[in-house]
């Protein structure tokens, strides 16, 4: 019994091939993984399934019918949640829900709905000032609502601490009945591993269509089979970072050198050349937070932060969403005024010298923010010049970074076309146009694809190790393993500060024996999952 | 110093390219006010034309079929209906089938033989207060002339001898257009600077602007220099079609008009930019526009002169830039205005200009939070 | 039903939160009747007048003394011909009336006096004014100064009436007007982002996903902001009769009948904008580029649209304020005139009808890509 089948199914967008030829089915009753690189596809296939777009040639059946010409008795027995989802920002929880609940024509009986996503206390606050967890969370009670006979959800855990991630899964997993059939696209091989069936897409066509488990016993190992499916990926040099030269007017040394705090802990500091400007200054720290606090109102976003990172050092912050990361890290580039406390940049006040404190410095918003109608070309010029980048070194500066980045395919398309992987790409790109010792990078791989994520990491990593600092958000796990120095935020504090093993020795003591971790490590350490949502909860109580 | 340059240069290209890119967005800002010029030029006019007429002639004579005859030969009036009672004549008016009644009395005919004085009646139609009281004008005009033609050209009366400086027929479209120039100029111009920021703002952009090395007056030229070219390039074409097109004389210097122009616009452009720059949305940016547009057009002297508005209003006018521009479009357009009279209506422009775009620069640094 | 109240209570929803709509709402309508009530004045203009008196005769310093004496006029007197052609051409007077050497003498001999009259032709309005003031005045000091036994009597006595506002009181059909064009600035401004928001924000493809139907996404736009829109238009009125006590003769139920079908049709232009586009930066720059000044210049309000050459008053009728002005002017200065009450909410119903189908068509149920 199959709840959707698809038959030679083709969508193109002007020249470009979406859907290729794809036929698949999706069994009744189960949960099927999406997953894919990004413009494999699969935002565009779910649209298709729903009748949202019409396709080129082929058929789709969806419970019994044509979603291209019945889609009004179709969308009746479905739930769909958007990569954007459609939550009226200005309109309460609770309004929010009756709306959809009216929408639907379902009753007004959302006291299960608020308890499992635990919004019950926030029922009247505007659901544009929710964090971005309890957003998905009330997306996906919006879409939950009717107990839909066919679930599609694309990507609900992007931007997503682990915590609300476990959420969104145990919520799907509980609200549904056994017959219902769930379509989940997602970024997360984790995720994708405990569901029924993945389905692997690429440029538009099935790869894989079959049991997660089939595959791989764990997730890390389902993790390698999907990026071997999707073409694989080889650890090869950073051209990046090889192409990474300190600009001499920051007056580093021009030589590479190894990070001296990688693998050393953080005790370690450098001492930088000095440097002409600032006479017999030495700076210990490259990015430097001092007693920053930020208060709205009574409300402390963010209480006495203090750190200091060191060239070379990856310095990763992470935390549930709404915990302060955000505001921290508009502080440090100074984008937000800090109620009380200093953020120096190369030992410079960004407030004091914004100028010349930004000019050390690459930065990657969490929203992608280019300029959407420029070009892929356009933007890097745009931002090489913007760093002061001299005419004749801009071009052959573009030239090199579009080469390094891969980007000569798309170097003209408009950037708001791309898909989300190239722009994440291209954010990174913008932020090392001018070579900058220092990379402020907010949730960088948000919704990239597995392989990209790697790819992005090697080159993180690789720059890191020609002494570049970053600091760095992210709510995937596994990357806060690539970080030398991590800082747990929790309700605008830092409750833990230091080496991935060294938060991870703090949980295992905290709690000797983590339940039910799929995967343990050597040593008999949690993993940095289990370890973040141990201590977040240690420091609940 | 170089590099300072380059640095706008490339903002200014970036707001070029935002701007030109999109095919829609480029129809919009050239096919909108070339047209609204092509339309109001032509349609736009004070005179009453093709003005319809009820009539009851009562005395039904050679002396009043004169009368009338001099009305159907005027180029003003069109049809002429008579009616039979005072009953249908209320109801032409009050239908707006006519909107001028002319009524002559039985006794019309033998007053005039004896050089008695006797009255006609005009009714204009009131509820178009303006144009009734201009063709009301025009009848009491024919009928005045054909009483001295009556009368015999004899005895003491009053010639005036008209001279209309700068305009001798009184064309109403050569003021009209000078106008238009300024009022086009201010909506494109008003429409290419209050979405820029605010958009930017909403697309996350304005952040990275604000992180990169670029200072608030970076970012402010980068803001003021492309609208104000376009706009600049559309004023000149606007102003070339009115003098080719349209046959309206240049009479003043055309260094003097760039320069006007350049400034008024460097005005608005700051007002616009100001606009902008404390909206949150775009929907904001809009409404702000859309307040400050209306007064700037009504408070402008074009619909009715300052002189005439009460002390407290025309003080107010004093931060109307488009008060100025217009003063100097037409001044220099049609009168001829020297450096002197084109400095003083500068001066409140510049002033306008460094108060709004320092305001706008300002909040570029205040708005972190 | 339930689902298209949902989307009503929702849209009403955002309205409360976005203070915005609000202000379109009410501060629009009082700001603008304001600037209207006090900063536009279209009859008893007063304008300013040099004098030069050439003839030494005492009896003619009584003519310069009515030009004083006139409220309609400032006048200046000047001695000097080349002060007073500067002050023409700074504009500190709108023209100048000179009086020959030989004006008494040739009045004293029952001849006409030739009475040189100079206008400020750039400033056509003005320029009307002037000749018509200079010339009544003097009219009027010749029946009384000691030349009248000299003049003809008048046989023939225009004796103009201006039907439904004999006083000429421009407020009383400014006011009405102005309505019409606020309303279209309302009714555009207020529907014009709704829709390319929601494609912007992707709460259309959530909306889209459910069992809404293409006449309740519709309907969920149109019927909340017409409520809105309703409400604004009876402040506007109750601005206009409740605070400035312009007179009005009609029918209040007629009056707000003919509104809604205005609003109707307003709603619809900006909701075709909003849905054409999908854009909000294309949708905003539309309406700030249409929005106002064809409402202003082309709607009959300011010019006559009788005296347009015949293709422009074609093209004004696609215009919906055209119609409501007529109509508000009517029913505010005439009462009921029923002939002009149906051909008006006719012609609305027409193009609110045609705007609704376009809405309709316009409003995708599926993504273009």
């Not at chain 1, 929790?490 to 039910?516: M, W």
């Not at chain 3, 009530?37 to 310093?61: A, C, F, H, R, W």
């Not at chain 3, 002050?87 to 709108?94: D, F, G, H, L, M």
């Not at chain 3, 309505?179 to 992707?202: F, K, Q, Y």
Request: aromatic letters at 10%; hydrophobic letters at 45%; glycine letters at 6%.
């Amino acid at each position: 019994m199959n709840t959707v089948t698809i038959t030679n199914l083709t969508k193109t967008f002007n020249n470009l091939t979406a859907i290729n030829n794809l036929s698949l089915d999706i069994e009744k009753g189960k949960i099927t993984g999406l997953i894919g690189a990004d413009g494999a596809g699969k935002t565009t296939l779910i649209r298709l399934i729903i009748g949202l777009l019409l396709p080129d040639s082929g058929n789709v059946e969806v419970l019994g019918l044509n979603p291209f010409t019945q889609k009004p008795e179709l969308v009746s027995k479905i739930g769909y949640m958007p990569q954007k989802f459609g939550l009226y920002e200005d309109l309460t929880v609770i309004e929010n829900l009756k709306l959809y609940a009216d929408l639907k024509n379902q009753p007004y009986d959302f006291d299960k709905m608020l308890e499992f996503t635990s919004l019950e206390p926030f029922q009247d606050r505007l659901a544009g000032a929710l964090s971005g967890g309890m957003k998905q969370k009330l997306g996906l009670a919006c879409t939950l609502l009717g107990t839909p006979e066919f679930l599609l959800l694309d990507e609900p855990s992007v931007g997503v601490d682990p915590i609300s991630r476990r959420d969104l899964m145990k919520m799907v997993r509980e609200m549904i009945s056994p017959e219902t059939t769930v379509l989940w696209s997602t970024a997360y091989l984790d995720e994708a591993h405990s569901f029924d069936t993945a389905v692997v897409l690429d440029k538009g066509k099935v790869i894989y269509n079959g049991k997660p488990h089939d595959l791989a016993s764990t997730p890390q190992e389902f993790e390698e089979k999907v990026i071997e499916l999707m073409g694989g990926y080889k650890n090869e040099p950073s051209k990046i970072a090889e192409n990474y030269t300190y600009n001499k007017t920051f007056n580093f040394d021009p030589s590479p050198q190894p990070s001296p705090t990688r693998g050393e802990g953080e005790n370690s500091s450098i001492s930088l050349p000095n440097s002409p400007q600032k006479g017999k200054d030495v700076i210990t720290c490259t990015v430097e937070a001092d007693k920053l606090e930020k208060k709205y109102g009574n409300f402390y976003a963010v209480k006495n932060n203090s750190f200091c990172i060191n060239r070379g050092e990856i310095f990763g912050l992470l935390g549930p969403n709404g915990a302060g990361k955000s505001t921290s890290f508009k502080m440090m580039c100074g984008l937000t005024k800090p109620t009380s406390g200093t953020a120096r940049i190369m030992g410079i006040d960004i407030l004091k010298n914004p100028a010349k404190a930004r000019s050390n410095l690459g930065y990657m918003a969490q929203k992608f923010s280019l300029y959407g109608q420029l070009t892929v070309r356009q933007n890097l010029q745009f931002f090489a010049a913007a760093y002061g980048i001299g005419l004749l070194d801009r071009k052959k500066r573009v030239d090199e970074i579009i080469e390094v980045f891969d980007f000569q395919d798309v170097q003209n398309q408009k950037s708001e076309d791309l898909p989300l992987g190239f722009k994440q790409r291209l954010s990174l790109a913008c932020a090392l146009i001018h070579n900058p010792p220092i990379l402020f990078l907010d949730e960088p791989t948000s919704g990239v694809d597995v392989i990209a994520r790697r790819e992005f990491w090697n080159h993180i990593t690789s720059l890191a190790k020609k002494g570049v600092t970053i600091l760095v958000t992210t709510h995937f796990m596994d990357e806060a393993e690539f970080c030398d120095r991590i800082s747990l935020f929790y309700k605008g504090e830092a409750i833990a500060v230091g080496t991935p093993d060294e938060l991870k020795r703090q949980a295992a003591l905290l709690n000797p024996s983590p339940k039910s971790s799929p995967a343990r490590e050597e040593e008999g350490l949690p993993t940095m999952e289990d370890t973040f949502i141990t201590l977040i909860k240690e420091s609940e109580e | 110093m170089i590099e300072y340059f380059r640095r706008i240069l490339a903002l200014i290209k970036k707001e070029f390219i935002t701007i030109w890119k999109d095919p829609k967005s480029r129809g919009i800002i050239i096919a909108m006010p070339l047209l609204q010029l092509f339309v109001f030029a032509n349609a736009i006019t004070m005179e009453v034309k093709n003005i319809d007429v009820a009539l009851i002639d009562r005395s039904n004579s050679v002396e009043s079929r004169e009368l009338i005859s001099r009305f159907e030969h005027s180029p003003r009036f069109r049809k002429f209906s008579y009616v039979a009672d005072e009953k249908e004549f209320k109801e032409k008016i009050d239908n707006q089938k006519v909107q001028i009644g002319i009524y002559i009395n039985n006794d019309f005919a033998s007053s005039v033989k004896s050089k008695k004085t006797v009255n006609v009646l005009v009714v204009a139609d009131g509820r178009q207060t303006n144009s009734a009281a201009i063709a009301g004008g025009y009848a009491m005009q024919i009928i005045n002339s054909y009483n001295s033609e009556i009368t015999g050209v004899q005895g003491t009366s009053i010639n005036p001898v008209i001279r209309n400086w700068f305009n001798p027929n009184l064309e109403y479209r050569w003021y009209i257009l000078t106008v238009i120039i300024a009022m086009l100029a201010l909506v494109i111009t008003l429409l290419l600077t209050a979405l820029s920021i605010a958009r930017e703002r909403e697309m996350g952009t304005f952040d990275q602007l604000i992180v990169s090395p670029l200072s608030s007056f970076e970012i402010l030229l980068g803001k003021t220099i492309p609208p104000l070219i376009i706009a600049l390039v559309l004023t000149l074409i606007m102003t070339l079609i009115v003098i080719t097109c349209f046959k309206v004389p240049f009479a003043g210097s055309i260094w003097l008009f760039l320069l006007a122009v350049f400034v008024s616009l460097l005005s608005i452009v700051g007002v616009g930019l100001f606009i902008s720059s404390i909206s949150k949305t775009q929907q904001q940016a809009i409404l702000g526009v859309i307040t400050f547009q209306m007064p700037a057009v009504l408070l402008s002297g074009f619909i009715s002169p300052i002189e005439d508005m009460p002390l407290f209003w025309q003080y107010l006018t004093w931060i109307n830039p488009v008060r100025f521009f217009m003063v100097l479009t037409r001044g220099i357009f049609l009168k001829g205005m020297g450096f002197q009279d084109v400095f003083v209506n500068l001066i409140p422009l510049i002033i306008i200009a460094i108060i709004t775009l320092s305001l706008a620069g300002w909040t570029f640094k205040r708005k972190l939070d | 039903m339930k689902i298209l109240m949902a989307l009503i209570k929702k849209e009403f929803l955002q309205i409360i939160r976005d203070p915005s709509s609000i202000i379109i709402a009410f501060v629009l309508p009082l700001l603008s009747i304001l600037i209207y009530m006090y900063g536009v004045n279209l009859d008893s203009v007063k304008v300013t007048l040099g004098i030069k008196n050439d003839d030494p005769n005492s009896e003619i310093s009584t003519l310069v003394k009515s030009f004083g004496h006139s409220k309609y006029v400032n006048s200046i007197v000047f001695n000097n011909e080349k002060e007073l052609t500067e002050a023409i051409t700074r504009s500190k007077i709108k023209g100048a009336v000179i009086i020959p050497n030989d004006f008494s003498t040739k009045l004293s001999r029952g001849q006409s006096g030739d009475l040189l009259i100079i206008t400020d032709g750039s400033e056509v309005n003005t320029a009307n004014y002037v000749q018509s003031y200079s010339t009544s005045i003097a009219n009027g000091w010749l029946n009384t100064s000691k030349f009248r036994r000299l003049a003809n009597p008048v046989v023939v006595n225009p004796e103009l009436r201006i039907w439904y506002n004999q006083d000429l009181n421009s407020h009383y059909f400014i006011l009405p007007g102005s309505i019409s064009v606020t309303m279209t600035l309302i009714g555009i401004l207020l529907t014009a982002l709704v829709v390319a928001r929601e494609w912007e924000r992707g709460t259309m493809e959530a909306l889209l996903s459910t069992q809404v139907r293409k006449i309740d996404i519709v309907l969920g736009k149109y019927i909340p902001y017409f409520t809105l829109g309703m409400i604004s238009m009876m402040f506007n009125v109750f601005l206009c009769v409740g605070v400035f006590k312009v007179p009005f003769r009609g029918n209040f139920l007629v009056l707000f009948s003919v509104s809604a079908l205005f609003l109707f049709t307003l709603l619809g232009v900006g909701l075709t904008i909003s849905s054409k586009l999908k854009n909000q930066f294309l949708a905003s720059q539309v309406s700030l580029g249409i929005g106002f000044l064809p409402a202003l210049l082309l709607s009959g309000l300011m010019f006559p649209i009788n005296s347009m050459p015949k293709f422009f008053q074609i093209l004004t009728m696609i215009l919906p304020p055209r119609y409501f002005i007529t109509f508000i002017e009517s029913e505010f200065m005439a009462g009921g005139v029923n002939s002009i009450r149906l051909i008006n909410a006719f012609f609305l119903t027409i193009l609110g009808l045609f705007l609704f189908a376009l809405v309709y068509k316009s409003t995708d149920m599926r993504l273009k890509n």
